[in-house]
């Protein structure tokens, strides 16, 4: 059983469309997340959900839109994609934050590349 | 803010050979320290974590040993193998925060 599953794996498409990855976790965790790494391996938070509620909203574009319609999913929806959002994106949940140490379990990402 | 440093790659070794990969940390309170790795064309795995000063972590023959005195968290292996091969990260949670702050990562190859 995968813990945090994601899909597609691989993503290519053109500028200017719309796309969305879909994230999935049967942890039983409160929290979910999206990372993005980018062509240098560098990764950064995009955003973090609890209780389907936004708590991190890092600097990121607005064309980037998570949902999450329940604690087990968290979406990304891309509007108007550009070259520059080619990047692997990372989906990953923990339990409610607070508790020390609590592990961040991650997807085995989406590889997006526009062109 | 919170940042983690880690050695510049890639680290090429032989097969057999002692790892030492350095990572330093800057943070406000007692953070976490993780190491997650990334095989290639795979997503991130947790290898190792430690949650206090003097806490080690160990996994797969990989250990790190959280120091608060050097603000480090350098791993080590005794012995890899090229299966080691793989980009490593160093990450910190800082106090009761759900955020993830990464270093740059390291790259890894191992030859025969």
């Known amino acids: ?115 | 803010g919170n940042s983690v440093t880690q050695m510049e790659g890639p680290v090429t070794l032989s097969e057999e050979a002692f790892l030492t990969i350095n990572c330093t940390y800057t943070a406000t309170g007692y953070p976490s320290l993780f190491w997650y790795v990334q095989y290639p064309g795979e997503g991130l795995q947790l290898l190792l974590k430690a949650t206090k000063a003097d806490d080690k972590g160990s996994n797969k023959g990989f250990e790190a040993t959280y120091r608060k005195e050097t603000t480090s968290f350098h791993l080590e292996k005794g012995s890899v193998q090229v299966s080691d091969s793989a980009v490593y990260f160093c990450a910190l949670r800082a106090g009761g925060g759900n955020k993830l702050t990464f270093g740059t990562g390291t790259q890894l190859k191992v030859e025969l």
């Not at chain 1, 959900?49 to 979406?75: M, Q």
């Open chain 1, 1 to 115: 059983d995968t813990a945090v599953s994601q899909t597609p794996k691989y993503l290519v498409t053109q500028m200017g469309n719309d796309k969305s990855i879909k994230c999935e976790q049967n942890l039983g965790h409160d929290t979910m997340y999206w990372y993005k790494q980018d062509s240098k391996k560098f990764l950064k938070i995009m955003f973090s959900y609890n209780n389907k509620e936004l708590i991190i909203n890092e600097t990121v574009p607005n064309r980037f839109s998570p949902k999450s319609p329940d604690k087990a999913h968290l979406n990304l929806h891309i509007n108007s994609l550009e070259l520059g959002d080619s990047a692997v994106y990372f989906c990953a949940s923990s339990q409610t934050p607070g508790g020390i140490g609590n592990t961040i379990y991650f997807g085995e990402g989406s590889w997006l590349t526009v062109v």
